[in-house]
Structure formats: structure tokens, C-alpha cells
């Protein structure tokens, strides 16, 4: 059975910074596309962004310039730097591991940005 596990969210304000790692309980190495996601209050889950296996990164637009994600395959931990924080990045973060046709996810992370 995978494990998907996220870490790293809280409290900051406008303009701060946070770093959430999503670690996985099997070898990053067979997941094709480690992903982030979040949920705001009310609204659909939206991709924030994601890594290949083979290094291609993608970003939503929202967030490009201000996040950064990155893989440890060696770590099995996948991260999610967030930086310029905004009120409306609040959210549930979630992390996804894709193997083939099958999607990994984590319980989420909590990430609060005050005004």
C-alpha cells in the first residue's frame, strides 16, 4: 500500500514564505509525475504543480514566479516552495504520486496566508 504524507503547512502572512514536502513510502523513482494540489474553501480542487521523472516541470499560472516545486528522488520526498504569499493561496495543499493510470494522494496540508 502507498503512502502519500505532506508536512510543512501553518500560519504566515502576506508576502511570507512556506515550504511543504510531500514524502512517499515507496521509491519516488516508479511515480511518473509527483504533483501538488490544493482546495480553497468552496471551489473545485485546482493543479498548483508538478514535476516528471524526467525533470519537466509545470506550473499553474497563478503561482508561477512566486512556487517552486522539486523532487528528492533519493528522499522520496517531493517539495513545494511557496514564495510572495497571497490571502488567496489559502488552501488545502495536497500531494499526488502518478504511477501509470493510478493516483496517490495525501490527506493535505493546511496552509493559511493572513492579510
Known amino acids: 500500500q502507498v503512502q502519500v504524507v505532506e508536512s510543512g503547512g501553518g500560519l504566515v502572512q502576506a508576502g511570507g514564505s512556506l515550504r511543504l514536502a510531500c514524502q512517499t513510502s515507496?521509491?519516488?523513482?516508479?511515480?511518473?509525475?509527483m504533483g501538488w494540489y490544493r482546495q480553497a474553501p468552496e471551489k473545485q480542487r485546482e493543479l498548483v504543480a508538478t514535476a516528471t521523472i524526467g525533470g519537466r516541470l509545470n506550473y499553474a499560472d497563478s503561482v508561477k514566479g512566486r512556487f517552486t516545486i522539486s523532487r528528492d528522488n533519493g528522499k522520496n520526498t517531493v517539495y513545494l516552495q511557496m514564495d510572495s504569499l497571497k490571502p488567496e493561496d489559502t488552501a488545502v495543499y495536497y500531494c499526488?504520486?502518478?504511477?501509470?493510470?493510478?493516483?496517490?494522494w495525501g490527506q493535505g496540508t493546511q496552509v493559511t496566508v493572513s492579510s
Open positions: 499526488t504520486a502518478n504511477r501509470g493510470r493510478r493516483d496517490y
Open positions: 515507496t521509491s519516488m523513482f516508479s511515480f511518473d509525475v
